[in-house]
C-alpha cells in the first residue's frame, strides 16, 4: 500500500530545477506533499485533491493524474531552502473511508551553491 | 495556539520498561494519529483516532496502545520497551473535514531510545 516515490536522492545546483515523483497502487481521493529539514516535523507544502489538479506554491508544483494514481511535484529554480527530503503522502478508500494518510519512503533533495 | 506539543521530546529506556507519549492539541481537531520515523522508511503510522473515545490500528500496532480520554489528548503506550522501538515518534491532528483538502498538522516529535 505504501506509495512509491522516485528518485530517492537527487542533488542540484542552486537555479535547478527536479521532479519527485508518487505512484500508488491504489485508488486515490488526494495526495499530500511535506518537506521534512533534518530534525524537524514534516511541513505542508500542498494538497491535490482530484485528478488532473495542479497547484502551486511559489516555485514549488505538483500534479495529480488520478487515473494513473500518480503525483509529481517540481521545483524551479531551486533556492538552497529546498533542501530536506520530500513526502508524498496518500489518502484512499481505504477500509471504506478515507481517514488516514499512507506515507512514501521519501526523497532526500540537496541544492547546493 | 500552540497547534499540537509533545512530550517528552527525548527520552531513553532500558528494554522492559513502560513509558507514555502525550500529544496535545489546542485547534479542536477530531483526528489525531501516531507515526514513527525510522531511516529510510519514512513515516509509518501506528494508531490513529477519529474522535474522543475511539482508537483504530494503524500500519504497525503492534508492541503499543493508545488512549483518547479527551478530545485535545491521544496518549501512546509502550508497556514493554524494545530496542526495535528506538525511533522518532510524531503526533499530527487534523480537522474532521476541510474543503480545502485534509491537512495533517504536525508535532515537533519525541525522539526514544531503547537501550
Known amino acids: 500500500q505504501q506509495p512509491v516515490q522516485s528518485p530517492q536522492a537527487v542533488i542540484l545546483r542552486e537555479g535547478e530545477d527536479a521532479v519527485i515523483n508518487c505512484s500508488s497502487s491504489?485508488?486515490?481521493?488526494?495526495v499530500h506533499w511535506y518537506r521534512q529539514k533534518h530534525g524537524e516535523a514534516p511541513v505542508f507544502l500542498m494538497i491535490l485533491l482530484k485528478g488532473g489538479e495542479q497547484k502551486g506554491h511559489d516555485k514549488i508544483s505538483a500534479s495529480f493524474n488520478e487515473k494513473k494514481q500518480q503525483s509529481s511535484l517540481y521545483l524551479t529554480a531551486s533556492q538552497l531552502s529546498y533542501s530536506g527530503t520530500y513526502f508524498c503522502g496518500t489518502e484512499g478508500q481505504y477500509g471504506g473511508a478515507t481517514n488516514k494518510l499512507i506515507f512514501g519512503t521519501g526523497t532526500l533533495l540537496a541544492v547546493q551553491p | 495556539n500552540a497547534g499540537v506539543t509533545q512530550t517528552p521530546k527525548f527520552r531513553v529506556l532500558k528494554t522492559g520498561q513502560s513509558m507514555t507519549l502525550l500529544c496535545a492539541q489546542d485547534?479542536?481537531?477530531?483526528?489525531m494519529y501516531w507515526y514513527r520515523q525510522d531511516p529510510g522508511m519514512g513515516l509509518r503510522l501506528i494508531h490513529y483516532s477519529v474522535g474522543e473515545g475511539t482508537t483504530a490500528k494503524g500500519e504497525v500496532p503492534d508492541g503499543y496502545n493508545v488512549s483518547r480520554l479527551k478530545k485535545q489528548n491521544f496518549l501512546l503506550g509502550l508497556e514493554s520497551a524494545a530496542p526495535s522501538q528506538t525511533s522518532v515518534y510524531f503526533c499530527?491532528?487534523?480537522?474532521?473535514?476541510?474543503?480545502?483538502?485534509?491537512?495533517?498538522?504536525f508535532g515537533p516529535g519525541t525522539r526514544l531510545t531503547v537501550l
Open positions: 485547534m479542536n481537531h477530531e483526528y
Open positions: 491504489k485508488a486515490l481521493y488526494s
Open positions: 499530527a491532528s487534523r480537522p474532521w473535514r476541510d474543503p480545502r483538502g485534509n491537512e495533517q498538522f
